[in-house]
């Protein structure tokens, strides 16, 4: 992507994080973007914009995770987790995360799979976890990779078998309208 802030990029006349806002704007007033650049365009989406804690700085989405749910009111008990490149899932996936971990109470957080990938950046987890994010993102850097953070907790997943609905926009290709939903 050249560095651009994807977020910001157009998909179909409209910038790829509103694809991801629309998905959780159903649900909660408590909307935080987690950003490092171009603050002054993602706040004018009207949520407020959180960059990584200093001392996470730059130390990828984990830190951004963290640094944007210690902004959140105490008493929220669950979290949806969305990246801004994935335009595509489904309407219901905000819900069916909700209702897994109501009827889960012992897991901690629940991941998106498809039929050959985890998708570790769409979670939903319970803000229980934050104390168990913080020692990891405070523990060596080399291991905060956000699946290896996620195998550390008491996860469950929900497979989706349409995996373009998780197609991740990573080209400028992707962009051009070349791909569809649910080609």
Same mark, same amino acid.
């Given at each position: 992507m050249g560095y651009q802030q994807?977020?910001?990029? !157009? =998909?179909?006349?409209? !910038? =790829?994080l509103s694809y991801a806002l629309d998905k959780v704007q159903p649900y909660t007033k408590h909307i935080v973007i987690s950003a490092n650049k171009s603050l002054a365009q993602y706040r004018d989406f009207g949520y407020p914009v959180v960059s990584d804690l200093e001392t996470y700085a730059m130390r990828g989405p984990l830190a951004g995770i963290y640094s944007a749910i210690s902004t959140l009111p105490n008493d929220i008990e669950y979290v949806q987790v969305l990246p801004c490149d994935t335009p595509y899932l489904p309407d219901e996936l905000v819900s069916d995360f909700y209702h897994f971990l109501i009827n889960e109470?012992?897991?901690?957080?629940?991941?998106?799979?498809t039929e050959s990938k985890e998708h570790p950046v769409i979670m939903q987890l319970k803000m229980s976890v934050m104390t168990k994010l913080k020692d990891f993102l405070d523990g060596p850097s080399e291991l905060n990779r956000v699946m290896t953070f996620i195998k550390s907790c008491d996860y469950g997943t929900i497979k989706y078998s349409n995996s373009d609905q998780f197609t991740n926009i990573n080209d400028t290709s992707l962009l051009q309208g070349n791909y569809q939903k649910g080609q």
């Open positions: 994807k977020g910001l990029m !157009p =998909l179909h006349q409209r !910038p =790829l109470p012992d897991k901690e957080m629940v991941i998106a799979v």
